[in-house]
């Protein structure tokens, strides 16, 4: 199913609107911008997981993180979902 075909802009049964190419082209233009973001916001998200899990198993030093099993267990967490957003911005504006 293309992106122009899901794109109705609330018209009824799938009519094609008049200004449905300017949409779908706006949806492409927006879905490239919004790749460089999630990859970066991603990376940023994962390394912060990661120094959380190193200070929660007493790793990396610092104050209160330091030796906390909270941390030591959000940490991996946070990153997992920071690889999840790199994955995503890596996979968007494929064709598939």
Do not use: N
């Amino acid at each position: 199913m293309s992106v122009s075909s899901r794109l109705t802009l609330g018209c009824p049964l799938r009519i094609r609107c008049p200004m449905e190419p300017l949409a779908v082209r706006a949806v492409l233009r927006d879905a490239s911008r919004m790749k460089p973001v999630l990859i970066t916001i991603g990376a940023i998200v994962a390394l912060m997981g990661v120094i959380f899990l190193f200070q929660g198993i007493g790793i990396l030093g610092g104050r209160a993180m330091t030796g906390s099993t909270l941390w030591a267990i959000l940490g991996p967490i946070i990153a997992l979902a920071g690889i999840v957003l790199v994955v995503l911005g890596l996979r968007r504006g494929r064709k598939s």
